[in-house]
């Protein structure tokens, strides 16, 4: 296992910590922009009594589990089929992110789990984009993502334009040597 991956691996199972008092026993939840679906594998490794779905739109699983993959437009799914939905560094990468916070917020009963990176002022952005081309290249995933660099402010007001609202905001520890800042939020309708 190369070094970026297990970093990552740690990460996943640290930042789990944080939101997994939100999950219940059974609950459904789907994990949107699941890519190699290391974070699905391991919140079932947690929860045993929970599924988990994967969402993409393209099946980029290093593991097994279930996945849809769907054209980047309607989700395949029914209004609020799962409990919980999971957009683990999948905002930035979507062209029509709107459309995508709209369908999560569409199929999601309970809770809408975000995690997303932010430049720190002093990050040049074309260092920090080869430094995740290098991260996604280390667990599998293409380079070729589009990116759109949020501000924190910009991430959170798109929030609030849904009338989302806030259960949790916790900043993460980030293990990368990259200028940017992690956080955690957990949001319902
Ligand atoms: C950086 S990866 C994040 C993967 C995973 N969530 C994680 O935490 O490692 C971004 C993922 O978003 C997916 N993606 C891009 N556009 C999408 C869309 N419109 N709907 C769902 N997934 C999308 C990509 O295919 C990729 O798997």
Do not use: C, W
């Given at each position: 296992?190369?070094?970026?991956?297990?970093?990552v691996?740690?990460?996943?199972?640290?930042?789990?910590?944080?939101?997994?008092?939100f999950?219940?026993?059974?609950?459904?939840?789907?994990?949107?922009?699941?890519?190699?679906?290391?974070?699905?594998?391991?919140?079932?490794?947690?929860?045993?009594?929970?599924?988990?779905?994967?969402?993409?739109?393209?099946?980029?699983?290093?593991?097994?589990?279930?996945?849809?993959?769907?054209?980047?437009?309607?989700?395949?799914?029914?209004?609020?089929?799962y409990?919980?939905?999971?957009?683990f560094?999948?905002?930035?990468?979507?062209?029509?992110?709107?459309?995508?916070?709209?369908?999560?917020?569409?199929?999601?009963?309970?809770?809408?789990?975000?995690?997303?990176?932010?430049?720190?002022?002093?990050?040049?952005?074309?260092?920090?984009?080869?430094?995740?081309?290098?991260?996604?290249?280390?667990?599998?995933?293409?380079?070729?993502?589009?990116?759109?660099?949020?501000?924190?402010?910009?991430?959170?007001?798109?929030?609030?334009?849904?009338?989302?609202?806030?259960?949790?905001?916790?900043?993460?520890?980030?293990?990368?040597?990259?200028?940017?800042?992690?956080?955690?939020?957990?949001?319902?309708?």
């Amino acid at each position: 296992m190369n070094s970026i991956l297990a970093r990552v691996l740690n990460e996943i199972a640290l930042h789990y910590s944080f939101y997994s008092d939100f999950l219940k026993k059974k609950d459904k939840i789907l994990d949107i922009g699941t890519g190699s679906g290391y974070t699905a594998q391991y919140i079932k490794s947690q929860k045993k009594d929970i599924e988990i779905h994967g969402l993409d739109i393209f099946n980029l699983l290093k593991v097994d589990i279930p996945i849809f993959i769907y054209d980047g437009k309607k989700f395949p799914f029914s209004d609020i089929l799962y409990d919980d939905s999971l957009l683990f560094y999948v905002i930035h990468h979507v062209r029509d992110y709107k459309k995508l916070l709209e369908e999560t917020i569409r199929v999601t009963k309970r809770n809408i789990i975000v995690i997303e990176e932010f430049n720190m002022p002093e990050a040049e952005y074309k260092i920090e984009l080869e430094k995740e081309k290098r991260t996604l290249k280390a667990i599998g995933l293409p380079t070729s993502f589009y990116q759109h660099n949020f501000k924190k402010e910009e991430l959170e007001d798109l929030f609030l334009s849904f009338s989302l609202k806030l259960r949790l905001i916790q900043k993460l520890d980030s293990q990368t040597d990259k200028k940017i800042e992690k956080y955690l939020y957990v949001l319902t309708k």
